[in-house]
């Protein structure tokens, strides 16, 4: 399988400001995708990042919120935009080789707003 | 909208006793996967379920998958402290969508 870092591993932001979150494969891969974590709770797909297109976003998310590049097949950033304490979470990329393939998962964003 | 149910969604075993964790799905699923969050950890892929009826073994680890593609389950046979986390069942659907359950948190007293 793929190796995946994310950058940063973790942060503590205040309110209203924007945080971006790397994340960087090892190898070329046809689908990237954004999870976000929130505590205690299960995995929500956020969007699936599109090389060379706008991302496709998950119902109660949106781009002004959350924009996402995607700029090659190896790399994509998110943006959390002006923060509030309940954008706290972790937040995941994950890759696959298709659609239906089995997904992968970066080490994760540990976000604290304040 | 599709949902995937997961229960329990806590355990606490004896070491040595069997634990059991169960899904399941509201529409017909592509297939099934299987992970493991260790505390602080982030998912880590187990195992994927596609053809109905399938039953794989890793080891003391057993997963089903439902005759009509719609239920699974993870079996542990004699947990061991190493086995503590949270599992995760996630559905595929034939969208290519993944719907993760709320996962079982496994603890696991020696």
């Known amino acids: 399988s793929a190796v995946i870092s994310q950058k940063p591993s973790r942060d503590i932001c205040q309110r209203g400001t924007s945080l971006t979150i790397q994340c960087q494969v090892d190898s070329q891969v046809t689908m990237m995708f954004w999870y976000r974590q929130q505590p205690g709770q299960s995995l929500t797909l956020i969007a699936t990042a599109n090389q060379g297109s706008e991302a496709t976003y998950e119902s109660g998310f949106v781009i002004d919120k959350f924009p996402i590049s995607r700029p090659n097949l190896t790399f994509s950033t998110l943006t959390v935009s002006n923060m509030s304490p309940e954008d706290s979470s972790i937040y995941l990329c994950?890759?696959?080789?298709?659609?239906?393939?089995?997904?992968?998962f970066g080490p994760g964003t540990r976000l604290t707003v304040l | 909208g599709q949902q995937v149910m997961q229960i329990p969604q806590y355990q606490h075993v004896q070491e040595g006793e069997d634990f059991t964790t169960y899904c399941n799905s509201s529409t017909t699923l592509s297939n099934i996967q299987w992970y493991k969050q260790r505390p602080g950890g982030h998912p880590v892929f187990l195992i994927q379920l596609v053809k109905s009826g399938e039953v794989k073994k890793q080891k003391r680890l057993t997963f089903q998958f439902g005759e009509a593609k719609k239920n699974s389950s993870l079996h542990i046979t004699a947990t061991q402290t190493t086995d503590v986390g949270t599992y995760f069942c996630?559905?595929?659907?034939?969208?290519?969508?993944?719907?993760f359950g709320q996962g079982t948190e496994l603890s696991v007293k020696p």
């Open positions: 996630a559905g595929q659907n034939q969208g290519g969508k993944l719907i």
């Open positions: 994950s890759v696959a080789g298709t659609l239906a393939d089995t997904q992968y």
